[in-house]
């Protein structure tokens, strides 16, 4: 119900872009965002973004990353810049459903950050 893409290697202090798209059952989406997992560590927030636009970042990537939303898609997006070793980590999008309050988890996409 949750297809994310766009996960890959990249070098420190590159670019890459996270896209990922609700389908199915999911049909009226309060908050899209996403998380992830660093080797080791538990799983966190990078992302949110409500259907009004409000956003949130985590502290780690404010200024980095950025988050968007396409509402008629079921879309989100994100834009990641400067990225240090430290972003290496399993991406997870997620949606809320605004009906019920459930929250939806995409399979998880790979970023490495590695010369």
């Known amino acids: 119900q949750l297809q994310a893409s766009g996960g890959g290697l990249v070098q420190p202090g590159g670019s890459l872009s996270l896209s990922c798209v609700a389908s199915?059952?999911?049909?009226?989406?309060?908050?899209m965002g996403w998380y992830r997992q660093r080797p080791g560590k538990q799983r966190e927030l990078v992302a949110t973004v409500t259907t009004g636009g409000y956003i949130n970042y985590a502290h780690s990537v404010k200024g980095r990353f950025t988050i968007s939303r396409d509402n008629a898609k079921n879309t989100v997006y994100l834009h990641m810049n400067s990225l240090t070793p430290e972003d290496t980590a399993v991406y997870y999008c997620t949606a809320e459903d605004a009906t019920n309050g459930d929250t939806y988890w995409g399979q998880g996409t790979l970023v490495t950050v590695s010369s």
């Open positions: 199915g059952s999911i049909s009226d989406i309060f908050a």
